[in-house]
């Protein structure tokens, strides 16, 4: 998670944000999990109908986790690496292109 929080950290500095301690950690920590909400669904997006309902039948499986699902989007022909990195490349120029509000509203995550 190091390189997700050099990110954000950039960000912020990128957008002249100048807050500090725990308000710094927070808004952070929120803008990290809101881009892993949009790289999960930048995922899910490319799987066929038939492979998001065999991944959403396994999801129910308790002793299926993330290095199973990990594997499973590996085998269905998706690169989550190269999702990951246009994720970010979206999310960044949302972020900064977005005009008066410091933060990436759920609103702007719906727009994707």
Request: glycine share 6%.
């Amino acid at each position: 998670m190091q390189n997700l929080d050099d990110f954000m950290e950039s960000l912020l500095q990128e957008k002249g944000i100048n807050v500090e301690g725990e308000v710094r950690d927070q808004l952070k920590a929120d803008m990290t999990q809101r881009l892993l909400n949009q790289i999960d669904r930048a995922t899910l997006n490319r799987l066929t109908e038939e492979q998001a309902i065999e991944l959403s039948d396994k999801l129910d499986d308790p002793n299926f986790g993330d290095a199973q699902a990990a594997e499973f989007i590996k085998n269905c022909g998706i690169d989550a690496q190269e999702v990951a990195l246009e994720t970010m490349v979206q999310f960044r120029a949302l972020y900064l292109g977005g005009g008066a509000d410091d933060t990436v509203t759920e609103e702007a995550e719906e727009a994707e």
